[in-house]
């Protein structure tokens, strides 16, 4: 079993700040891609940015030069800095991982978070 625990959510005005952290446990032998999702109801779920293990990052178009996405391997940890949040950011954002589960098989699966709101108020 692996599980994600996510902090940092909460109300912020808009131009505000927030620092999402998520961190994996279990039985992990190391993780592929890392990455946030969010989504609100009624709306399709959007990936916001992801990282590989080598810190390769991406992110969608609507956050670029406003989010930072980044890990520590060590704690098997991704971090999602938000700066100049605006309204439209409002939204449940879920963690995702893809783990790798043992040393002799290369196969992996894919872990979610329990989902953490953000608020951004105008």
């Known amino acids: 079993q692996v599980q994600l625990v996510e902090s940092g959510g909460g109300l912020v005005q808009a131009g505000g700040s927030l620092r999402l952290s998520c961190a994996a446990s279990?039985?992990?032998?190391?993780?592929?891609?890392m990455g946030w999702y969010r989504q609100d109801p009624g709306k399709q779920r959007e990936l916001v940015a992801d990282?590989?293990?080598?810190?390769?990052?991406n992110y969608a178009d609507s956050v670029k030069g406003r989010f930072t996405i980044s890990r520590d391997n060590a704690k098997n940890t991704v971090y999602l800095q938000m700066n100049s949040l605006k309204p439209e950011d409002t939204a449940v954002y879920v963690c995702?991982?893809?783990?790798?589960?043992?040393?002799?098989?290369?196969?992996?699966?894919?872990?979610w978070g329990q989902g953490t709101q953000v608020t951004v108020s105008s």
């Open positions: 995702k991982a893809d783990v790798r589960g043992s040393s002799w098989h290369r196969g992996t699966f894919l872990y």
């Open positions: 279990g039985s992990i032998f190391s993780i592929d891609a």
């Open positions: 990282i590989t293990s080598a810190g390769s990052t």
